[in-house]
């Protein structure tokens, strides 16, 4: 019941990556996490093309109808493939760290399956990203015991160095992304969603 179920999140999110492809503006094609600017050119020189990223979130905030979470800090960490549209990259380390509900009171966010993250350019130095198979659990006694996997697309924002006044070096993240329960079928989950933002610890760009 559980496989069958997560299956159909799997297909769900494979889904809304063909939908990004298909809704996304003319520039949208081959996307490449980029360690430089290249100059302002669009596009990305294979020796500088990433195969991994690793990002530190502050503060994000999970929300239920039964009370939010937050945790102080989160990580994630990812191997990513070459050249494609959309970018692929496996999951190596996504975990959660300090969560408390509104009143103080100490819970858990705990990574059950590492999945993918699709990465798709759709304008200069943006795009957007949808999960695959991503799922964890929150705890936080006694309002909530319940598995989730983000459903939807979020932003992929590419470094603002080094324009003037810019200080990010560029990420992912999303407000209120929905969050769909993983459970088993026979546990009640309350609805959810995400908000939060996942900056590079080293500046990133998004090219083709």
């Known amino acids: 019941m559980r496989l069958t179920k997560v299956f159909g999140l799997t297909v769900i999110t494979a889904v809304a990556a063909m939908a990004l492809i298909g809704a996304a503006p003319a520039i949208a094609g081959n996307t490449a996490l980029c360690s ?24 994000s905030g999970f929300l239920t109808t039964v009370g939010n979470v937050t945790c102080k800090e989160a990580l994630a960490e990812g191997s990513v493939l070459g050249l494609a549209a959309p970018q692929i990259s496996h999951l190596t380390k996504f975990n ?5 509900n509104s009143l103080g009171g100490a819970c858990t966010v705990t990574t059950i399956k590492l999945g993918l993250i699709l990465f798709l350019k759709t304008a200069v130095n943006l795009g957007a990203i949808v999960y695959d198979n991503l799922i964890f659990r929150i705890v936080c006694a006694p309002f909530i015991d319940c598995e989730y996997t983000p459903v939807g697309a979020a932003h992929l924002l590419g470094s603002s160095l080094p324009l003037l006044g810019g200080e990010s070096n560029g990420g992912f ?10 459970s088993p079928l026979d546990v009640p989950c309350p609805e959810g969603s995400w908000d939060y933002f996942y900056e590079s610890l080293t500046p990133l760009w998004v090219k083709t």
């Open 96 to 100: 959660w760290t300090g969560c408390t």
């Open 173 to 182: 993240g999303g407000t209120k992304l929905t969050l769909a329960p993983a």
């Open 36 to 59: 430089t600017n290249n100059g302002g050119l669009l596009t990305c020189p294979i020796e500088k093309q990433v195969t991994s990223f690793h990002s530190v979130a502050l503060n």
